[in-house]
């Protein structure tokens, strides 16, 4: 079932912070996180794995709470560079083709 | 880029047609993946492959057929296309650069595909 990203669309000035959610109903194991421009491909961000570890992008956070099945991708002091739609994708368990599940996706907007 | 190309990059056709996609991958990796994207669905796994002549279906595979036939090409097939397989086909690959539990993927640049 695919996950829930909130909100649908966000408009932020240049160096807001922003905060995008994503939830399953599904136990996890894994949530990855892409940034799509547009009319180019998604871009792998970050992922994070049940049990704490994660990695990816230096510059952007996540987390993700494993009891409430949710995982929120933080953007502090954003630049105009990171304007797109971001896409949460999510696997239930750890199988050998990883399976993701993608959200709907979270249109944000920076402006100077 | 994780050397991935899509093949055509644009493609019109005429419902009831075959079309196929191509997906090619110059690392050797072992997992490839299709997905179509439409506006208000994200993206959409359509079939997946983990090794040559290795295939299984997504969560939307009715209408679609793919091959496999050497490591580097992964071929999406419409048998007979539809208007609604109008949308934008991506091509993946699962990198495990980070280490075999990441499984992280990379996309290729897309094939935008419209069926009249």
């Known amino acids: 079932q695919q996950p829930v990203q909130s909100p649908q669309a966000v408009i932020l000035r240049e160096g807001e912070d922003a905060v995008i959610n994503c939830s399953s109903s599904k136990a996890l194991y894994s949530v990855h996180w892409y940034r799509q421009k547009h009319g180019e491909a998604p871009v792998f961000l970050m992922i994070l794995l049940k049990g704490g570890e994660q990695k990816g992008h230096e510059k952007i956070s996540a987390s993700f709470n494993e009891k409430k099945q949710q995982s929120s991708l933080y953007l502090t002091a954003s630049q105009l560079s990171y304007s797109g739609t971001y896409f949460c994708?999510?696997?239930?368990?750890?199988?050998?083709?990883?399976?993701?599940?993608f959200g709907q996706g979270t249109r944000l907007t920076i402006n100077p | 880029d994780a050397g991935i190309t899509q093949s055509p990059r644009h493609k019109v056709t005429e419902t009831g047609t075959p079309v196929t996609l191509r997906c090619h991958q110059t690392?050797?990796?072992?997992?490839m993946y299709w997905y179509r994207q439409d506006p208000g669905h994200g993206l959409r796994l359509i079939h997946y492959?983990?090794?040559?002549?290795?295939?299984d279906k997504g969560e939307v595979s009715d209408g679609y057929s793919v091959s496999r036939s050497k490591t580097e090409d992964f071929l999406l097939t419409l048998e007979s296309a539809t208007s609604s397989q109008t949308s934008v086909y991506f091509c993946?690959?699962?990198?495990?650069?980070?280490?075999?539990?990441?499984?992280?993927?990379?996309f290729g640049p897309g094939t935008r595909l419209t069926v009249l």
């Open positions: 690392e050797n990796h072992r997992y």
């Open positions: 492959s983990y090794g040559v002549k290795d295939t």
């Open positions: 994708g999510t696997a239930p368990i750890i199988q050998g083709a990883q399976k993701l599940v």
């Open positions: 993946a690959i699962r990198s495990g650069l980070l280490g075999n539990s990441y499984n992280e993927q990379f």
